[in-house]
């Protein structure tokens, strides 16, 4: 029987059955689940980014809700923009990496490098504003779990992990249901609210709580503040580009229509959100304030009341909240996917699991993410000022890089008008980024600009390391042929038992000359020892006519085992210039961990030790003997002979 098929542990329970290579394809993603796979970070901003822009505008108090429209309305305009030229690079670039593979491509490695750690940076942000968002609906709607802010944050990010960790299809599955659940409850609040504006019946069921008395006047710098704040809306967009490998075929014909529905809900969102938050007076509330309310929570009191429909919806944008992050989920993996390929990251994050997710990005975003929930203790408007920089910096490294793109591929129809639409989102996505960067950076956002540079370091400083490995392992010769070298093998033995057999057994077939060393510590009688010996081992070889193994005895006055034993390595080399000596380890082994721990883990101290002695000349071989347990039976020996319950 298969090994896999002897038992389902905890990790099938928590994240299903491994996958086979063969399943590849049915791990692949449609337009309505791919909708709330890469869609949910986007749509969800509506929840929060009008809410941004507002809690600026407070100081202003009626005023400020007025300005909401217009500000709402240019970042409509610069969303649609950015949209646009995504929709040209999805066809150009189908297999994936978004900004980084259009910068690195037409701007040069260390654009790509800085898009990809903006990219990566705003993904793992993403994650922390959207949980901490949804944690902030929940609390609006029930107060009393306020305390519990954080443990809520971090539950829905463990929840979030293992989900994702069960693989695309299964995370696109789970989110389909909440996904189209936010857009209609959200699509009925709007519809009922302009409908009662529309006939002139746009008084509040319930009344939101009063505008802030106004302490400030309108000033252009107020208003940009409002616009950075504001931009966090824009965030999402990129990443059904750096997703597109995740579609089922026609790939690009599917991305190209998710990221259609995915822009059109979000505009037509933002639009309404704003229009009714000045038609019903609902403005920004503290934070921190006993009496917090988000926008959608006043919004929707207002319009529809706060009856059965309020704590429908707000279960709804809760859920899309909390999961908003799973866009992430979705998109950083493949990013450091793709820097893995290249050797910017371990090989290990362009490896998938058993569920055919990277799993090694997954857990990585976790991990950071709770760190910044932790350090941020759970609180949205504590993560906004860091928010979108990262994605306006990719945005603009890419569209500048499609404009290089068109101007090397002049064949193609349209060239002209779409390096112009690049170019046009490219100043004004990068004139964005400075009014986002100067007006956030007193209030937290200066992190962003020490967190790229840093990031940037580290991919550098690993490319540079396995380049280094590289070029010292790389080989461009035929096979060297040497005349064979004698080779010694040493067991080491602390007392007579099966896997001191065992090791000592396979040494016997690796070389005639074996050797036999007891470090000498005080705690074992080695009279007792040499009579076994004489016993159990020299006499039967002899009676076989084979040349048995010496017991060498080497003392160890401070009861180490490490270094007694590398001194007699060292006069062994001596002893056999040019020649290769085989430490051959018995290992006792558990399989259950926990009865594993009884046994400390002596041999793997001593083999690190060995390895990490830079003596070229040493071999070091583990034989493993399994301790048997009730549970299983016996197992053979490592050489074919059953192997026998003893002494272990």
């Known amino acids: ?181 936010f857009i209609t409850s959200l699509g009925v609040v709007l519809a009922v609210g302009l409908y009662k504006l529309a ?193 306006l910096m990719a945005f603009t490294l890419s569209q500048a890089g499609m404009v290089v793109h068109w101007g090397r591929h002049r064949e193609q129809e349209g060239w002209r008008w779409r390096r112009a639409l690049n170019g046009v989102g490219a100043v004004m996505t990068a004139l964005t980024l400075c009014i986002v960067g100067v007006s956030k950076f007193r209030h937290g956002g200066w992190a962003a600009f020490v967190l790229v540079p840093v990031g940037l370091m580290v991919l550098a400083r690993v490319h540079a390391a396995y380049t280094r490995t590289r070029q010292a392992t790389e080989l461009k010769r035929p096979l060297l042929l040497t005349p064979p070298s004698p080779m010694v093998a040493v067991v080491p033995v602390d007392r007579w038992s099966h896997a001191s057999e065992t090791a000592l057994r396979f040494a016997l077939t690796l070389s005639d000359d074996v050797r036999a060393v007891h470090i000498c510590s005080g705690d074992t009688d080695e009279a007792a020892l040499d009579s076994q010996w004489q016993h159990f081992v020299q006499q039967p070889l002899l009676e076989a006519g084979r040349t048995p193994p010496p017991l060498v005895h080497v003392g160890s006055p401070y009861r180490v085992l490490v270094w007694p034993l590398m001194d007699y390595l060292d006069a062994l080399l001596e002893e056999v210039p040019g020649g290769t000596v085989a430490i051959v380890l018995p290992e006792l082994l558990e399989r259950r961990w926990y009865r594993a721990m009884l046994y400390g883990r002596r041999s793997e101290l001593l083999r690190s030790a060995l390895l990490l002695s830079g003596e070229r000349r040493l071999v070091v071989v583990s034989v493993p003997w399994y301790l048997r347990t009730d549970a299983h039976p016996a197992p053979h020996s490592a050489w074919g002979a059953p192997a026998h319950p003893g002494n272990g």
């Open 1 to 181: 029987m298969p090994r896999r098929q002897q038992g389902h542990g905890l990790m099938d329970l928590l994240l299903g059955r491994p996958l086979t290579n063969a399943q590849a394809r049915q791990e692949k993603t449609g337009v309505l689940t791919g909708v709330a796979l890469l869609g949910l970070d986007a749509l969800s901003s509506a929840a929060y980014g009008p809410e941004a822009a507002l809690t600026v505008l407070r100081p202003l108090g009626a005023s400020g809700v007025w300005l909401l429209l217009p500000i709402t309305a240019t970042i409509v305009g610069l969303l649609m923009i950015v949209a646009g030229s995504y929709a040209q690079t999805l066809a150009a670039y189908p297999s994936g990496g978004g900004a980084y593979s259009v910068a690195k491509q037409n701007l040069g490695r260390g654009a790509g490098l800085l898009a990809a750690t903006a990219l990566m940076l705003d993904y793992l942000l993403n994650v922390a504003v959207g949980i901490s968002a949804g944690t902030g609906a929940l609390v609006s709607a029930l107060p009393a779990l306020r305390p519990y802010t954080l443990p809520i944050t971090l539950g829905l990010l463990t929840l979030l992990t293992l989900v994702n960790l069960r693989g695309v299809s299964e995370a696109g599955a789970a989110f389909v249901v909440p996904t189209w659940f």
């Open 199 to 391: 006939i002139g019946e746009a008084a509040p069921v319930r009344q939101p709580p009063p505008l802030a008395v106004p302490t400030a006047s309108l000033g252009a710098w107020l208003v940009i503040r409002a616009f950075a704040s504001g931009c966090t809306a824009m965030t999402g967009v990129e990443a059904i580009s750096n997703a597109v490998p995740l579609f089922r075929d026609p790939t690009i014909r599917r991305a190209r229509a998710t990221l259609g529905i995915i822009v059109g809900t979000l505009v037509t969102m933002l639009l309404g959100i704003a229009l009714l938050c000045r038609a019903y007076g609902v403005g920004a509330t503290d934070p921190d304030g006993a009496n917090y309310q988000t926008v959608l929570s006043q919004l929707i009191a207002a319009v529809m009341g706060r009856g059965a429909f309020y704590f429908v919806a707000m279960a709804a944008i809760l859920c899309v909240l909390a999961l908003s992050a799973n866009t992430s989920y979705a998109g950083f993996p493949l990013v450091c996917q793709v820097l893995a390929r290249e050797r910017y990251l371990p090989p290990g994050f362009a490896h998938r699991g058993r569920r055919l997710a990277l799993s090694r990005g997954i857990l990585t975003l976790s991990g950071l993410a709770a760190v910044l929930l932790i350090v941020c203790r759970g609180i949205t408007d504590r993560l906004i000022p860091l928010f979108a920089i990262g994605a």
